[in-house]
Every structure is written in C-alpha cells, then in structure tokens.
C-alpha cells in the first residue's frame, strides 16, 4: 500500500509556463513533506520542503502548497525552464523520521 | 569536499551470487539510508542506520543485508541475487534524525 502517491507519471510543458506536480498521501501521521529532483545518471537532489505546521513554502521559482486536510501537497514551479526536465519525486516523513517517496513525475519542459 | 560516493555504479551478475554495494560518505553523518528505484514504486527504503552498529529494516529489506561498522560507510549485501533485485540502488545520509537527504550518485545492478 503506497502511502505517498504521485498519480501523474509525467508532465510536458512550455517554457515560460506554470508546472503543477500533485502528490497525495495516506498517513495523517506524516509532518515533514520534501520535493527532490533527479536528473538521469544522477542521485536525487533536494529541492524545497515544507513542514505541517505550514500551508506554503517558496523558494524562487518553486513554492510548495499543503492541504493537510485533503491530505495532498503541490509543487509549483514559475516559470518551468528547460533545464528543470526532470524526474521529481515527493517525500513525507513522520516527525522527521525516514522518508517514504511517491513514485515520481517526469517533467518536460519544452523550449 | 564532503561528499557520498557508491561503486560500482554498474555491475551485471548472475543469480544466486552474492553482491555487495559500497557506500561511503565524508560528511561524518550519523544517519545513512539504502533506497532502491524501480519504475512505477519510486524510491523504497531497503535499510538505514541511525548509526554505529545500528541497523533497521525498511519496507523492502528481504534478500538484503547491511552493516555499519564505522560511521563512514553502509555497504549492502545482496545474500544470493535475484532477478527481482534488477535495479538502481541510491544510498543517502543525513547528520540528525530530521530535513533533507543526501545522495550518492547511484549503483545499476543487472541480475542475469
């Protein structure tokens, strides 16, 4: 049973334009929620995170949106640039504690 | 620089051979984590360890080991490969219990 879940395995979309990542999970434990990026042939890198006690975190061109009620958080990246093609891959944990991941959405942005 | 390094980052083997994937980190973090990607299920945790001698099962621990011996370094042993072990295994560390991972560039395993 997935408790972290990205329902949408890719994304295309132009730059310049909006990309809008989802991801939905099941543990109302969870409290610590994390966006990393994965190029190919690389590891995973962390991007931005956002703690329960929050409903939106920025960071530039990347802010995060949580609904704790509806159990779902959001990646929004503004404006998507080529080189933002990339796996992304939602995280949650409980009390900080180990990361369950979501499987993953691949983004294309094209030029 | 401090970094996480895994080797081999590509190794074919052939079922029922043992496999062990070396991960070492220079950060001097407590905390270290084995995570294998397969298409479709994302990362899932294979074992971590919040530090020397200590070892904990994830969700997907069967057919695998680890042990921690050092702070540096986890390495993960594969008793007797499957083919279900095909895979892209990523270790990660991280200095206390909580905020972000670090990862290692990743190991390919092939199980013919």
């Known amino acids: 049973d997935q408790q972290v879940k990205q329902n949408s395995p890719s994304l295309s979309v132009q730059e310049g334009r909006i990309s809008i990542l989802n991801c939905d999970y099941t543990n109302s434990m969870f409290d610590y929620f994390l966006w990393y990026k994965k190029y190919p042939a690389e590891g995973p890198t962390f991007l931005i995170s956002?703690?329960?006690?929050?409903d939106k975190n920025e960071d530039g061109r990347f802010t995060v949106f949580l609904n704790k009620s509806a159990k779902h958080l959001s990646l929004h990246i503004v404006p998507s640039q080529p080189g933002d093609s990339a796996v992304y891959f939602c995280?949650?944990?409980?009390?900080?504690?180990?990361?369950?991941f979501g499987g993953g959405t691949r983004v294309l942005v094209k030029p | 620089d401090a970094e996480i390094t895994q080797s081999p980052r590509h190794k074919i083997t052939e079922t029922g051979r043992q496999v062990t994937l070396a991960c070492h980190q220079t950060w001097n973090h407590n905390n270290m984590f084995w995570y294998r990607q397969d298409l479709g299920h994302g990362l899932r945790l294979i074992h971590y360890?919040?530090?020397?001698?200590?070892?904990n099962k994830g969700e997907v621990s069967d057919g695998y080991s680890v042990s921690r011996s050092n702070t540096e370094d986890l390495p993960l042993t594969l008793e007797s490969a499957a083919s279900s072990q095909t895979s892209v295994y990523f270790c990660?560390?991280?200095?206390?219990?909580?905020?972000?991972?670090?990862f290692g560039e990743g190991s390919r395993l092939t199980v013919l």
């Open positions: 360890s919040y530090g020397v001698h200590d070892t």
């Open positions: 956002i703690s329960s006690i929050k």
């Open positions: 995280a949650a944990s409980e009390s900080g504690n180990k990361l369950t």
């Open positions: 990660a560390s991280r200095q206390g219990r909580t905020g972000e991972l670090f």
